[in-house]
């Protein structure tokens, strides 16, 4: 059973800086990242970084984001800085099968950024 568990997610000021952690279970994984999903919009990839260690960045975090992966535990981390309130949003971890590229998803953890 493909099990995601999230942590890291909370409140922070603008400007702050927050770690987003995900542990996944049960199955071997190609491309991992973090989607995220705010009120009233619809999820969209923040980042992901591929087995061989490419990673990609929505533009709007480039620079701010970075991802990493610790692929002897199949961990995935989101380091956060310079956060802005147009990062408020709930964070997913997302994992997909090494060979049939199914999708599996975390929980999902809020990040919430204002003054």
């Known amino acids: 059973q493909v099990q995601l568990a999230e942590s890291g997610g909370g409140f922070v000021q603008p400007g702050g800086s927050l770690r987003l952690s995900c542990a996944a279970s049960?199955?071997?994984?190609?491309?991992m990242g973090w989607y995220r999903q705010a009120p009233g919009k619809q999820r969209e990839l923040v980042a992901d970084?591929?087995?061989?260690?490419?990673?990609n960045y929505k533009d709007s975090v480039k620079g701010r984001f970075t991802i990493s992966r610790d692929s002897a535990n199949n961990t995935i981390y989101l380091q956060m800085n310079s956060l802005k309130p147009e990062d408020t949003a709930i964070y997913y971890c997302?994992?997909?099968?090494?060979?049939?590229?199914?999708?599996?998803w975390g929980q999902g953890t809020w990040v919430t950024v204002a003054s």
């Open positions: 049960g199955s071997i994984f190609g491309v």
């Open positions: 997302n994992a997909k099968n090494m060979w049939s590229g199914a999708p599996y």
């Open positions: 970084n591929t087995s061989g260690g490419s990673t």
